[in-house]
DNA sequence: ATGGGCACCTGGCTGC
DNA sequence: TGCAGCCAGGTGCCCA
């Protein structure tokens, strides 16, 4: 479900409710996430005041005054601000119960969503220590990816999705992303010109911000921290529109697989 | 080091 | 209606 967009979306809906309130408690219904929800999880939670809410890549960092949650959502999973006393649904995982009883809870069907917990620096996390630049941060641009792509043979649409190239493109926005750049999804990173991975590191930085306005992307079933739909789906240029015409030229946009995910291209825009 | 494939899960949709 | 099969927004890990 979530991209970094969708990441974004949700840290800024959940961030008024957290930032400077005491938490009473940590309910957890199912610790069988991506990695189970330790048992002593809830200590760390009970009492304590979250100082703020922050994103790496498509981890959410609950700051707090003894050190820092992160929680991912996986393919399927959302957070929602909730009033107190809300019944819970079938895949609730946890919520984290402010005092006044108003929750923010996670609900995850598929469970490869995860709630870890650092006393250290999150920045030294092995989770986070090896992601690549921000991509709306000045230290991502087009020569980062270029010198990154040196002898690299991976399709350029693996290579963007690669978290350790950079962060937060997932399958939606890496597609948008090469369309905007007029680049075609399997040419071989290392054999793409230092001026078209300008062009490219350009688009992804507008595609992620033009969806974050957007509020994200709802294809499914994402919700923003208030249980609001994204709108950047009508912005959509390629993806999921096997067969229809390219907004640029009508030629039919293609589908095709890679690593196991779909991709969505134009054949004539896309070289 | 790099690249490719698998696994982890549930639910929704399609087609027979 | 029922059910099998396929697909889905992520990513760590294993193997060649």
């Not at 959940?14 to 189970?36: F, K, Q, S, Y």
């Not at 598929?110 to 991509?135: I, K, M, N, Q, V």
């Not at 010109?193 to 969806?211: G, N, Q, T």
Request: net charge positive; aromatic share 8%.
């Amino acid at each position: 479900m979530p991209e970094l967009p969708e990441v974004e979306t949700t840290r800024r809906g959940i961030a008024p409710w957290l930032e400077t309130r005491r938490i009473r408690t940590l309910l957890v219904r199912e610790r069988r996430l991506r990695w189970p929800i330790p048992a002593g999880m809830e200590r760390h939670f009970a009492g304590n005041v979250v100082t703020q809410v922050r994103r790496r890549g498509k981890y959410l960092l609950l700051q707090t005054r003894t050190g820092t949650a992160l929680l991912h959502l996986g393919m399927s999973g959302n957070l929602r601000v909730l009033p107190a006393v809300t019944a819970p649904g079938k895949h609730a995982h946890y919520d984290i119960v402010l005092e006044n009883g108003e929750c923010v809870r996670f609900t995850d069907p598929r469970r490869f969503g995860s709630l870890l917990w650092t006393d250290e620096d999150p920045a030294r996390h092995p989770l986070l220590a090896e992601l690549g630049p921000e991509p709306l941060e000045p230290e991502f641009d087009g020569e980062h990816l270029w010198r990154r792509a040196r002898g690299r043979r991976v399709a350029i649409k693996a290579f963007i999705m690669n978290a350790a190239i950079v962060v937060g493109v997932g399958n939606i926005y890496a597609s948008e992303s090469l369309f905007r750049a007029g680049l075609n999804p399997r040419r071989a990173a290392g054999r793409i010109s230092r001026s078209d991975m300008e062009r490219l590191a350009r688009s992804i930085r507008e595609v992620l911000e033009d969806a974050v306005a957007c509020g994200g992307t709802t294809l499914r079933d994402f919700r923003d921290g208030h249980g609001e739909p994204g709108y950047f789906t009508a912005e959509l240029r390629v993806y999921d529109r096997a067969g229809l015409p390219c907004p640029e030229c009508g030629t039919p946009i293609r589908h095709l697989v890679q690593g196991q995910r779909s991709t969505y291209f134009c054949p004539r825009c896309q070289r």
